[in-house]
């Protein structure tokens, strides 16, 4: 059975769930036990997750046997437009959604905010600009997220101001935040947990060529986002991960918007990190899902699609999206679930069954053809 604060806080979600819905029959309107080296200043801590209140119900789980973990992922969110209101109905409703269950079931769940946390700054010289206040991170821990990356092409869009306010609020964060720092040694700085005696690792990195990654790339006197674009330092990083974890996860920001086939950088990349020493390599940003498989002994998803959006994508199955589930034993890949999810209207990850879990799978499925994975063990 599980230990520790992650299994005192489903314990709590579910009873959370039964109040919520004493309430709507009445006519009312998701840890690890982590050493934390989340990118604030300082000297890393203890700092365990902590217990939702009552949100959302983990899906049932069958006890991992010893040396066995489960990790969870999925793609873009953010607080803007459509999604806006999530973050006031997000403290009883679950923001993401029924998928919620699906990353509280996971003894580790992580997904990408793709946004500056500020309410302040000056818009910087791009089309599109993504800002949420910090309350964002409690709505997303209430959905069952444990973690979330902020390597990406949108965490500076207001610039200094807002980056400023951004690490106030990784500081304060109730969940780690990665990829992100007052310089690089933050920035690339893995988040570490401990889970029934499974040591893990992730790091966060942002592959995408774009003026976010130009201006405003972590260095060693100055903020901002890890680089994926310095394979150097991301290899690094993740080596010395791999002498400190069992399992080492590496969450990207890469990828061509609209395109379901995976580019020659990011090929590059995985197989790099691969070697490395990387259990998973998993990623955002095309806006559609790519495929996924094994890449020899590292498993590889290059892309995981939005999961909660604020509006409508040109890309065709933009809308498409999911929970991936991988199932680690004794530090490698023994299997994969996917839980198939449509985008609805309000923007929130809606999962299928019948027909339509069948499009999602097999679209899904065949996107494997051009990435030169194999596939996965099935779980």
């Not at 979600?13 to 990118?39: D, H, K, N, Q, R």
Request: with cysteine.
């Amino acid at each position: 059975m599980l230990e520790g604060p992650r299994a005192r806080r489903r314990a709590r979600i579910a009873l959370g769930l039964a109040l919520l819905t004493l309430s709507a029959a009445c006519g009312s309107g998701s840890g690890p036990s982590p050493e934390v080296m989340a990118p604030v200043p300082g000297t890393p801590t203890a700092m365990p997750n902590g217990d939702p209140q009552g949100s959302v119900a983990p899906e049932a789980k069958v006890p991992s046997p010893p040396g066995t973990i489960t990790l969870a992922f999925g793609g873009d969110v953010h607080f803007t437009e459509r999604t806006e209101p999530r973050l006031v109905n997000g403290m009883t409703d679950p923001a993401i959604g029924p998928l919620s269950k699906t990353l509280a079931a996971a003894d580790f769940s992580m997904v990408n905010l793709e946004t500056a946390i500020t309410t302040r700054g000056t818009p910087q010289a791009k089309i599109y600009h993504f800002r949420t206040p910090a309350t964002a991170l409690d709505v997303l821990k209430k959905s069952g997220v444990d973690a979330v990356s902020m390597a990406n092409n949108h965490a500076v869009d207001y610039g200094a101001e807002g980056l400023t306010d951004t690490l106030a609020a990784v500081r304060d964060a109730p969940i780690p935040v990665i990829g992100i720092g007052a310089d690089d040694t933050q920035a690339y700085r893995p988040y570490l947990a401990t889970i029934r005696g499974v040591r893990l690792a992730v790091l966060a990195a942002s592959q995408v060529m774009d003026i976010t990654n130009q201006n405003w790339r972590a260095t060693s006197s100055k903020p901002g986002i890890a680089s994926a674009l310095d394979q150097e330092k991301l290899v690094a990083a993740v080596k010395a991960a791999r002498k400190k974890a069992d399992v080492v996860v590496v969450y990207l920001h890469w990828g061509t918007e609209g395109q379901s086939c995976p580019g020659p950088e990011q090929k590059s990349i995985a197989a790099k990190l691969a070697a490395a020493g990387a259990t998973a390599v998993v990623g955002t940003h095309a806006h559609v899902m790519l495929g996924s498989g094994m890449m020899r002994q590292t498993y590889v998803a290059y892309g995981m699609g939005n999961l909660l959006w604020y509006g409508t994508s040109p890309y065709p199955n933009s809308n498409e999206t999911g929970i991936t589930t991988l199932t680690i034993t004794k530090g490698k890949v023994a299997g994969e679930r996917f839980t198939p999810a449509v985008v609805d209207n309000r923007g929130v990850p809606m999962p299928q069954d019948g027909a339509g879990a069948e499009r999602v799978n097999d679209r899904r499925a065949g996107l494997r053809g051009c990435t030169g994975l194999t596939a996965v063990p099935k779980k």
